[in-house]
């Protein structure tokens, strides 16, 4: 059974860079058939699209974040890594990642890790 | 952008129930419309994707509907471990976006 877990640090101080990693267990994250993705909720809020990566390394990123943020990917390790620079308050929420099947559709997840951003 | 509304914000029905939450759409999708189901403390679940097909797992009791701009998930008969939140979510163009999600209560 697929398995995604997300780990880093869970406050980050304010202008700092948030950085978290995400360990896939149970299938290659070089699969042809997978993006590999970061969501984000803020607590008691909605979901916010980050970012998805593909085992060969291209990229997309949300506009609204594009400035800050970077996806990668590991595969010897069989992980992924976000990190979002300059981080305000605004940034604390459950950061998820997530498996996208076709059409970006996510169909695992890691259980989130909260990250607060407070000094 | 394409902005995804959800109705109704909230929404309480017994055990059961039939119930509905729609989604409707800035733009047209061309059905790339998926439906998550979240609960408290927990990731969210894909229970529909491309507008009306169910995720490999989830009870046939949720089926998913429409096209264009409007769509709408449907729970035949309510079970207690139905009551969550549900979100949809647009994948037809970048960025991805989603609804401000739904939460269905007990009555």
């Known amino acids: 059974q697929l398995q995604l877990q997300e780990s880093g640090p869970g406050l980050v101080k304010p202008s700092e860079t948030l950085s978290l990693t995400c360990t896939v267990s149970g299938g290659p994250i070089s699969s042809s058939s997978y993006y590999w993705g970061w969501i984000r909720q803020p607590p008691g809020k909605g979901l916010e699209w980050i970012g998805h990566i593909y085992h060969s390394g291209s990229t997309y990123y949300n506009a609204s974040l594009e400035s800050r943020v970077t996806i990668s990917v590991d595969t010897s390790k069989n992980q992924f890594s976000l990190k979002l620079s300059s981080v305000t308050a605004a940034d604390t929420a459950v950061y998820y990642c997530?498996?996208?099947?076709?059409?970006?559709?996510?169909?695992?997840w890691g259980q989130g890790t909260l990250v607060t951003v407070s000094s | 952008d394409i902005h995804m509304t959800q109705s109704p914000s909230s929404v309480s029905a017994s055990v059961g129930d039939r119930v509905t939450i729609s989604c409707r759409a800035s733009q047209g999708l061309n059905n790339w419309l998926a439906w998550y189901q979240q609960k408290p403390g927990k990731a969210p679940k894909l229970l529909i994707y491309?507008?009306?097909s169910l995720q490999s797992g989830v009870p046939s009791r949720f089926s998913g509907s429409g096209s264009g701009t409007e769509f709408t998930l449907t729970i035949s008969s309510l079970q207690a471990e139905d009551f969550a939140t549900y979100y949809c979510q647009q994948t037809n163009s970048f960025p991805i976006t989603f609804g401000q999600g739904t939460r269905l209560e007990i009555k």
């Open positions: 491309g507008a009306s």
């Open positions: 997530a498996r996208l099947k076709v059409r970006y559709y996510s169909d695992f």
